[in-house]
């Protein structure tokens, strides 16, 4: 007997889209002088809003009221006080949860499940987190002076939680910061400014400036800003590293990876499993630590990828705001077209590709949940970050086999390993350079474990007492 | 009659070994009156190259070592330079025009600088690492690693004590390195990579180059094999520092700008001075029966 899914739809009349949106500064939601851009919602297609484009000037502004803001009130208020404007916020996400979560999926695509379950915890907890920290600094070993205004870029996979781990530490440290969400997903960005209005944070201290790379760079290169955040791709990574060379701003940045999730012929199979699917299909592997390599022991890669498989056709592709869909919408029509051209590229370097069945939707972005065997270290798609739910398997002998492919890449941002063998577990973890490493579990989160790469995958921490570092001298 | 004395040839130090540069230069090095002194083997592109390899061989070993035990080696390293404390201090006043009183200062400043960074081996790791306290049944601790290859350029003025402050935080949390000596002064580091020779720091955690910061410099930012650069060595000279910085951003080095003057090394250093050169890993493991 077959039991079938009815339709589970979260409403979305919850959320309020206005027609248009402008720009944060200063407190206040004000017109860009720029031209506006439309944000679509991936699943459908949709036009969701227009957003305005702020320009350099636009981005002049917003740095100068996050400067009279840092000058005239921020960095002049106790830690406690800003504590409680952090704690007031965190609650706020916490009773605006609902709305926040139904946004973030439908500019984002992202499954209602996630955003609900995952991303908006994540936020509250990371906002409260930092929020107790502000009075505390003294003891993070890291000096109590804030650095000034912070110029944060935020990528368009994770819009709202990337946005909480640059404004949470950047705030409780007492610095303030203009933020610039990504071109495809600025509205919960844009809800978070009226967030801080709600919550009476001061005016200036968190600004938003919507826009695509030419706002950010104008961000990043803008003389007022002492702190540059980013997340996103490696080589933009590179050009801000260019940008700031020879000047006193400080740079984190998180960036890409191609994480190998290591499967040994003694770990528990069905979990393992689990974790891969977890590892590369969460969030449409629209995620930085995706595990988008699986290697796997060769004496039971024939069974974990027979599991795999049949675990696979089990996912469920399709409506972000269904409450049973695991995969939602691609993000962008960019972003398949460049998951279509890897996986293209795989096949004709010669690998092997398997999709899940199942229906698509015939409008929006989409991409079925894909493996490809047969991969050599040489292949593309082995080597370059595909950000989609596209997996390569490789196998390996020895465990020292397993180490030296895991570390084959230029990134280094996170790894997983499977195995039974406590000792293993260590050794394999000691020799992995890699800055997260989950073992016997994937793509877990939290604020106060510090997240970031070695390599490639960029420098500096978020999360924990560590993500302090990078917003204090 | 009067001996004719035996004079030294200063070479550089690769690897464990001491050759000369591949390009067959050298360069005339004065003392600090402006009197010939040595000849100093002038390193070029490729002893650079040669210099990073040996550093990528010897960094599984080192870094693998117990943090004790880089203590114990790097506590060795202060004995052997007490045992030669009259060669250091002559060769601080030929490089600096120090007195021999101050030289001698500079001398034990720098053994004691090195027996300081000896003791953080064992340290550093509880002093910077966590254990997270994360919603949900997981143990997760982080902890410092050592970045990789560390390409250092070493301060132009402080001949010893400078070398001996950037080159001992580096080496201590489990880096190899490459180090391009002052350019002028280059004598004490060749005496100390003689030193290293002859303690327990194993062949290629070390290299030392002497030679033009400035043509050397450029190599090793831009090297793919490098994975921080110290650019103290070119205090002073922004336009250098800044071209160094971008082409450090090929491959995201860790970038230690350099300062706009010379720091006064006789004070006590920072933490920053090693974990500008360290990584925080972050290990998950679920908690269950």
């Not at chain 1, 499954?111 to 991303?119: F, H, L």
């Not at chain 2, 114990?72 to 007195?99: C, H, K, N, W």
Request: charged share 20%.
């Amino acid at each position: 007997m077959v039991f079938e899914y009815a339709p589970a739809p979260e409403s979305r009349s919850i959320v309020d889209i206005k027609p248009s949106y402008g720009l944060f500064i200063g407190g206040e939601f004000v017109d860009g002088g720029g031209t506006s851009f439309k944000t679509v919602n991936p699943a459908t297609e949709e036009v969701l809003a227009e957003v305005a484009e702020a320009d350099s000037d636009d981005v002049d502004r917003a740095v100068k009221a996050a400067r009279k803001a840092y000058d005239k009130v921020w960095s002049k208020l106790s830690g406690a006080e800003r504590a409680k404007y952090l704690y007031r916020i965190a609650r706020i996400i916490q009773e605006r949860s609902r709305e926040l979560a139904v946004l973030e999926s439908i500019d984002n695509g992202k499954p209602i499940k996630e955003s609900r379950d995952v991303d908006v915890p994540l936020v509250a907890a990371h906002f409260f987190y930092y929020a107790g920290w502000a009075d505390k600094l003294a003891y993070a070993g890291f000096g109590t002076t804030p650095l000034g205004v912070a110029g944060q870029v935020i990528p368009w996979n994770f819009p709202l939680l990337m946005l909480a781990w640059k404004i949470a530490p950047a705030l409780a440290c007492g610095n303030t910061v203009v933020l610039k969400p990504a071109e495809t997903t600025p509205l919960t960005a844009l809800l978070f400014a009226e967030i801080c209005q709600q919550a009476d944070l001061p005016p200036g201290v968190v600004n938003i400036v919507t826009g695509a790379g030419a706002t950010g760079q104008a961000l990043v290169e803008h003389e007022g800003i002492d702190k540059v955040a980013f997340t996103g791709s490696t080589d933009v990574g590179k050009a801000i590293a260019r940008a700031v060379a020879g000047t006193e701003k400080r740079v984190t940045l998180e960036l890409g990876g191609k994480a190998a999730n290591i499967v040994f012929d003694d770990a528990p199979i069905d979990q393992a499993v689990e974790g891969i699917v977890n590892g590369i299909f969460f969030n449409q592997g629209h995620v930085c630590c995706a595990g988008s390599r699986l290697l796997v022991q060769e004496n039971v890669a024939d069974e974990v990828l027979a599991r795999l498989k049949r675990r696979m056709a089990t996912l469920r592709v399709g409506d972000p705001l269904d409450k049973n869909t695991d995969v939602g919408a691609i993000n962008s029509a960019a972003q398949l077209a460049r998951i279509r051209e890897l996986s293209e590229i795989g096949a004709a370097e010669g690998a092997e590709a398997w999709s899940a069945p199942c229906d698509l939707p015939t409008q929006g972005y989409w991409f079925a949940p894909t493996v490809f065997t047969g991969v050599t270290q040489a292949h593309r798609i082995a080597r370059e970050e595909i950000f989609g739910p596209v997996l390569s398997v490789l196998t390996f002998r020895t465990p020292a086999e397993a180490v030296e492919k895991a570390n084959n890449t230029p990134y280094g941002l996170s790894a997983g390993v499977w195995t039974e063998k406590g000792s293993r577990i260590l050794k394999i973890a000691d020799k992995l350079r890699a800055g997260v490493v989950w073992a016997n579990t994937f793509n877990k989160f939290d604020p106060t474990s510090p997240f970031g790469g070695y390599k490639e995958s960029g420098y500096g921490r978020e999360g924990g007492r560590h993500g302090l570092e990078a917003y204090l001298r | 009659m009067t001996r004719l004395d035996v004079r030294k040839t200063y070479k550089l130090y690769i690897d464990g070994a001491f050759p000369r540069s591949e390009s067959g230069h050298s360069y005339q090095v004065s003392d600090a009156a402006g009197r010939f002194a040595a000849n100093a083997a002038l390193a070029s592109r490729k002893d650079a190259r040669d210099a990073v390899v040996a550093a990528r061989k010897a960094f599984g070993g080192w870094s693998g070592r117990t943090a004790y035990n880089r203590a114990q080696v790097l506590y060795r390293v202060a004995e052997i330079m007490e045992d030669r404390r009259p060669q250091f201090t002559d060769a601080v006043v030929l490089a600096e025009g120090a007195s021999a009183g101050q030289a001698g200062r500079i001398v034990d400043t720098a053994i004691d600088r090195l027996v300081w960074y000896a003791g953080w081996a064992d340290k550093l790791t509880q002093v910077l690492g966590n254990a997270n306290p994360v919603a949900g049944p997981y143990f997760n601790l982080s902890t410092p690693e050592p970045t990789g290859v560390v390409a250092v350029l070493a301060p132009q003025e402080s001949s010893l004590l400078g070398l001996v402050s950037v080159v001992a935080p580096v080496i201590v949390t489990g880096n190899t390195t490459v180090v391009v000596s002052s350019f002028a002064r280059p004598l004490p580091a060749v005496t100390l990579a003689e030193v290293l020779a002859t303690s327990d720091v194993p062949g290629g955690v070390v290299n030392l180059l002497t030679g033009d910061a400035a043509s050397i410099g450029p190599w090793l930012a831009a090297h793919m094999d490098v994975n921080a650069i110290d650019l103290t060595g070119v205090a002073g000279r922004p336009d250098l520092a800044t071209q160094l910085e971008v082409a450090a951003a090929d491959n995201l080095k860790r970038v230690r700008r350099a300062p706009s003057a010379e720091p006064d090394w006789a004070a006590e250093p920072e933490l920053d001075t090693m974990t500008d050169f360290l990584e925080t890993k972050t290990v998950w493991h679920p908690i269950g029966l």
